[in-house]
């Protein structure tokens, strides 16, 4: 007999849809898998076998043939476990293999018949609702974040005893209702009127949310400059249900959503250590993973200590910070992850800390410019704004905090709603995303402002990249302003920015 059953692999970011087929015939008694499964899907069959066995069921002994279409992409994962025990079971006689019809199922099956949660079941509950299938059936651990999908009926089975029954009968089995809640708690405690003094770094720090664009920070150790950096989610506007069900579908797919609480509700905020290499960084594997980057996606990714990073883990930023997606190459094709992300990053001016100041400065000139220049060309020209992190006055340790982060959240929040009116013909949400035609259609400059950009391109000796982003800079420094035209005191300070170049890199 025959029976087949929907299930679903995970290749980057892209769910593809697998038929289950099994075939269960007279002649030898034997188990065979066809269609391109990988040596971890293979053992799905020993794992389904002893389950059985432990739950006494028995399978008939004759010749069992499962096979995976389409053949020609590589099954990979643990999920197949169960889909490979129902078409089997069903095969076998011990349901009907109508009650397999649209049916989408992925789980886990351990040796005792438990069914194990596994990751990236929310994008494979979301393919399912556009094949239209039935339902679903997933791992009961993962039934918190199946239900975040509207619309969809979903099945949660603690095991195989579980499973069997509902499938034998399915008109049995009530509908528990999902709770979905959707509240944003405040960000915890970690807020901007913490901070004291820091005036520049903070008014830097909020350009770059209001625009969304990358930040580097250089100051001794000690000034704050991780402080500051730990509170920018905080004063970035709270996610939308899209963008929250858009990180949730990331974070299900590298595993690292609580079973408990599902919904990522947060901005990210990812703190790579500066030895990370550049497939975590980048996302890596034979069958690729959400790497850092990705999972920083519409947060924050701070570099602490930027040039410690190596070489490779920081150039393989460049692409992705050009086209805030990050594209790897496999054997087995393209995979493509989001990776639209805010970079702030921070990093002494030399290796012990206090250059320029060189009353305190142990460093030999050599050793200043070797530190700096760790940090290449075509990174420094990514980074947008560049400000000093100042050591922290006696005075200003006594005085009042600034802002809090809610106040300067609501300008922030402001300034992205003024963008998003002028954006809402183009692809693209704010002015650091702003390219090539795109640039010259919304940076208008008045004429005094165009001079300086002239005078300080020549001067500066500024590369075209640099020249464009600076103008992005000023573009939003007027919006935050309410200007329609970027003015020259715009630019002006927009160049204050870039002027670490001539400070530190000689
Ligand atoms: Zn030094």
């Known amino acids: 007999m025959f029976a087949s059953v929907l299930s679903a692999v995970i290749m980057g970011m892209e769910v593809h849809p697998v038929q289950v087929e099994a075939d269960v015939s007279d002649g030898l008694p034997s188990f065979t898998m066809v269609g391109f499964p990988s040596a971890q899907v293979k053992e799905a069959q020993d794992r389904v076998r002893t389950a059985l066995k432990n739950n006494k069921i028995a399978l008939p002994p004759k010749r069992i043939t499962v096979n995976f279409a389409p053949a020609d992409i590589k099954k990979q994962g643990a999920g197949f476990d169960i889909p490979v025990a129902a078409a089997v079971l069903a095969a076998a006689g011990i349901f009907e293999s109508e009650s397999l019809k649209g049916v989408m199922m992925a789980g886990e099956l351990s040796l005792n018949g438990e069914i194990q949660a596994i990751s990236g079941i929310l994008p494979i509950v979301i393919r399912a609702r556009e094949e239209k299938c039935r339902f679903c059936i997933v791992p009961a651990g993962n039934m918190k974040e199946a239900g975040l999908v509207p619309d969809m009926k979903v099945i949660g089975v603690r095991n195989l005893q579980e499973m069997i029954r509902f499938l034998k009968n399915p008109d049995s089995y009530k509908e528990d209702p999902i709770p979905q809640s959707v509240e944003y708690k405040e960000t915890d405690d970690a807020d901007f009127c913490d901070i004291r003094g820091q005036k520049s770094l903070r008014r830097a720090v909020e350009i770059a949310v209001s625009g969304f664009h990358n930040l580097l920070m250089i100051g001794p150790p000690g000034a704050g400059k991780t402080m500051v950096a730990r509170r920018i989610p905080g004063i970035m506007p709270p996610l939308s249900f899209e963008e929250s069900l858009e990180l949730t579908k990331i974070y299900s797919i590298a595993g690292l959503l609580s079973e408990a609480d599902p919904l990522v509700r947060e901005r990210p905020f990812r703190s790579p250590h500066h030895t990370s290499s550049a497939q975590a960084m980048a996302g890596g594997g034979k069958n690729p993973r959400p790497g850092e980057i990705t999972l920083a996606h519409r947060g924050v990714l701070f570099l602490d200590e930027m040039p410690e990073f190596s070489r490779r883990s920081l150039e393989i930023l460049r692409q992705p910070l050009e086209d805030r997606v990050i594209r790897i190459s ?12 805010i970079l702030c990053a921070a990093m002494n001016p030399c290796p012990c800390g206090y250059y320029p100041d060189m009353n305190k400065c142990r460093c030999t000139s050599g050793q200043v410019t070797g530190y700096l220049n760790k940090l290449s060309q075509p990174l420094l020209d990514r980074l947008d704004l560049c400000a000093d992190a100042e050591q ?13 982060s809610s106040v300067i959240r609501k300008r922030v929040e402001r300034v992205h709603e003024v963008q998003r009116e002028r954006y809402k013909k183009e692809k693209i949400q704010f002015n650091g995303e702003l390219q090539g035609k795109q640039i010259e259609m919304f940076c208008t400059t008045e004429r005094e402002a165009a001079v300086l950009m002239e005078k300080a391109f020549e001067q500066m000796g500024f590369s075209a990249r640099s020249y464009h982003r600076i103008l992005k800079v000023a573009r939003t420094i007027a919006d935050m302003e309410g200007a329609d035209i970027i003015r020259r005191q715009h630019v002006g300070e927009a160049l204050s920015y870039r002027a670490f170049e001539k400070k530190y890199w000689i």
């Open 392 to 404: 922290v006055s006696f005075s200003s340790l006594n005085g009042n905090g600034g802002e809090c």
């Open 330 to 341: 496999r054997v087995s094709g393209t995979y493509t992850f989001p990776a639209d992300f």
